[in-house]
């Protein structure tokens, strides 16, 4: 470990946790539906949608409405990409001549992308121009919508009284669109293109190396789809090495903003359940817990990396780790990365965590597992963090013997069986379906490495399918019909069996009265309760994975200290 | 419930289309319109030429078999330095796979057994399999192999890398490293020949 990597870790998480102040402030001007100064440029766009769609911005949903609307809504944008990919032959922008993907490698691809997962079965330099942009660009800025809408239900759940009601689905999504997310990427979208990222239509050059060899370079449109896939936590790399590839991320500068920009929206959204709740100490409450868990993760993974692999050592090379990192980042930056992108849900990744140290690989993958709610997914992190702090007030209720409350609403039954509801379908699905594929001759088929390392692809892959994350153990053979079906599986129950009862707890929410805080409540801002909230979400979320990981990383880290080969 | 599915389908597939037209058309076009016009260079890939022909793109690495030229980082996309494959090695920690194949760079690296510090980057590949750096420290391993090769002083070599060395501000932000595209190219320059003809 050097000073220099220490300073961007501080540099990085200074400038993280500045941003979300003024990102909250605008995240909840939109979370209010109040005008912003883009309204006057974007106004007449956003109500030329409604118009069209037979939307009214001002019709109120309750959560049932709200949740069918949802998943209606991705239901259609996944079939709208499974048609664009199956059908990518016949489509323009194609002139590499690229054929069309396999029915399950279009399906698995399509609900990666509607559950903002951006697993990458598929390799991004066989899809055309026209499959990047329609198939998979929206999907990057509205999914990323959609994780914010639920968020947005979410803290009306908690903000109001006494209603039925948790906002309109359609509008909250639009909203976040056109005021948020598109405006912030085509600055974002230039500033990486004068860094050297590409944004051209020509999808090829091919050329002749000083040595005489041929090399054809893959071009298209990267900058547009890397600053949404970056900001909406989407991680589906244009390219297959994602952002370790150097026209996506070709530098130190564009390395850290990229990282920037996977946590700027989560924190914003601590900020703005602050205000929403009316106490922003709520809400930073909520963002120290986060990065206590971020900068714990940071430093472990930063020392098993710097720290480096003893079986090339014994060999005679020196230093850190550097198989699977790129030059340009370094160690620091390459495991700085490995955790932002984990402990949000975002996926691109800089350096190949299946070639990282053993426990160096295990803090990606224990930060999935935890659900990865430390800042997490656009929407996605904060919804999953209050579930745990719903938990949090109820072991502290019982532990005190009063009904527990959450910035003034009382915290019943079914609150909290809805929570372990959706927390519980984590570890199922991830454990359950590593478990078959440990056994069945079609997963055993899947992992490139063998020993306890092949055993850790299987479970990162399962872990990242249903966190939604999307970054991989890739040396795992994941496109054939097993993978891509159960891992799609996985990716839907993931997202979709946590919205729908987070959406009802917001729904539970909103009907009911407001508590007034009493000498009698327990405080839910001081060091108390941020310990509290990270005691239940190392035990609740990170005891149910410890077998699993035993068998996966810990034995491998073992094997790799002994110099045990595999 | 049924209700609320039929009323759903309106707004999804007109927003659908919309957003298709406007995120998935409008968004990327005008940004390719806007990158082509303020940073021509960068938005077509950076491409390097030499006497009027691409010889590459100064962002993505390519292959350097000769003595005469400075190596880049073993590369496992495709079969090394395809840009139309990028991808890491994906070996774990403790693969043997990965350990063969360390051990048989560093045999071609330092043939006399028990040359000590070959560094990291030498022996190992990079995560897209294109990197078009190697550190400072793996440059001047190299300096005096090509030297040799061009008979030329190690002196002047190491001085072209020591001009070649990107460790601009702020550089705590990566690492410091070597274009080898860059410093071969200014290795040609310098003491002449080694274009392949096409």
Known sequence: ?566 | MFKEVSSALRPALVLTLLFAGLLGIAYPAAMTGLAQVLFPRAANGSLVSLRGRVVGSALIGQGFAGSRYFHPRPSAAGKGYDATASSGSNLGPASKALADRVTAGIRALAPTAGAPGIPADLVTTSASGLDPDISPAAAYFQVARVAGARHVSPASVRRLVDAHVDDTWPGFLGEPHVNVLELNLALDAQTGGGVASP
């Open chain 1, 1 to 566: 470990m050097t000073i220099q990597g220490w300073m961007l870790i501080v540099l990085f998480t200074a400038i993280a946790v500045a941003l979300a102040r003024p990102m909250g402030a605008w995240l909840f001007a939109l979370y209010e539906g109040r005008r912003t100064p883009l309204h006057r440029l974007l106004g007449p766009a956003e109500r030329a949608f409604y118009a069209m769609a037979g939307i009214d911005p001002g019709e109120e949903q309750g959560w049932r409405r709200y949740a069918v609307h949802m998943v209606a809504f991705q239901a259609v944008l996944a079939a709208f990409t499974y048609a664009i990919l199956r059908g990518q032959a016949a489509l323009p922008l194609n002139p590499r001549g690229l054929a069309g993907q396999d029915p399950h490698l279009a399906m698995n691809t399509a609900i990666s992308f509607a559950t903002n997962t951006n697993w990458q079965s598929y390799s991004g330099e066989t899809l055309s121009n026209f499959s990047q942009m329609l198939g998979l660009t929206i999907h990057n800025f509205l999914s990323a919508a959609t994780g914010i809408a639920i968020a947005f239900a979410l803290f009306r759940g908690f903000a109001r009284r006494e209603v039925g009601t948790v906002g309109n689905f359609w509008a909250d999504c639009t909203r976040v669109t056109l005021y948020l997310l598109l405006p912030a990427c085509i600055v974002y979208a230039l500033f990486l293109v004068a860094c050297g990222v590409p944004q051209t239509f020509t999808s090829n050059v091919d050329l002749t190396t000083l040595e005489g060899a041929r090399q054809t370079l893959v071009l298209g449109p990267v900058a547009s789809q890397e600053a949404i896939k970056m900001l909406g936590t989407n991680g589906g790399g244009f390219f297959n090495a994602n952002s370790a590839h150097p026209f996506e991320n070709p530098g130190a500068l564009t390395n850290l903003v990229e990282m920037l920009s996977i946590f700027a929206i989560g924190v914003g959204l601590t900020d703005c359940f602050g205000r929403a709740v009316g106490n922003r100490r709520q809400g930073q409450a909520l963002l120290a817990a986060m990065m206590a868990l971020f900068l714990a993760g940071t430093a472990i993974a930063y020392w098993q990396e710097a720290a480096g692999n003893p079986v090339l050592h014994h060999l005679g090379v020196a230093g850190g780790n550097m198989e699977g990192k790129e030059v340009r980042f370094g160690i620091a930056a390459s495991a700085l990365f490995a955790v932002v992108t984990t402990d949000a849900s975002c996926g691109a990744v800089n350096a190949m965590h299946d070639s990282f140290t053993a426990l160096g690989g295990m803090v990606p993958l224990f930060n999935i597992q935890l659900g990865e709610i430390v800042v997490g997914g656009v929407g996605s992190g904060i919804y999953g963090f209050l579930l745990f702090a719903i938990l949090a007030v109820f072991v502290a209720g019982l532990m005190v013997g009063r009904t527990p409350e959450y910035v003034g609403k009382k915290i019943e039954a079914r609150e909290v069986k809805l929570a372990v509801l959706a927390i519980a379908v984590l570890p199922l699905c991830i454990l359950g379906l590593t478990a078959a594929s440990a056994v069945h001759p079609l997963g055993l088929a899947g992992p490139l490495n063998k020993g306890p390392h092949g055993f850790s692809e299987v479970l990162y892959a399962f872990s990242s399918g249903t966190g939604n994350n999307g970054s991989a153990f890739a040396g795992l053979t994941a496109a054939t019909p097993w993978y891509d079906g159960w891992l799609a599986i996985a990716m839907w129950i993931g997202r979709f069996f946590m919205i729908v009862p987070t959406l009802a707890i917001a729904g539970s929410l909103a009907a009911k009265r407001f508590t007034p805080e009493t000498s009698g409540s327990f405080p839910t801002t001081g060091p108390l309760w941020v310990g509290l909230l990270i005691g239940v979400i190392l035990i609740v979320g990170g005891l149910t994975f410890l077998p699993g990981l035993a068998l996966g990383p810990i034995a491998d880290h073992l094997a790799m200290i002994h110099g045990q080969l595999f």
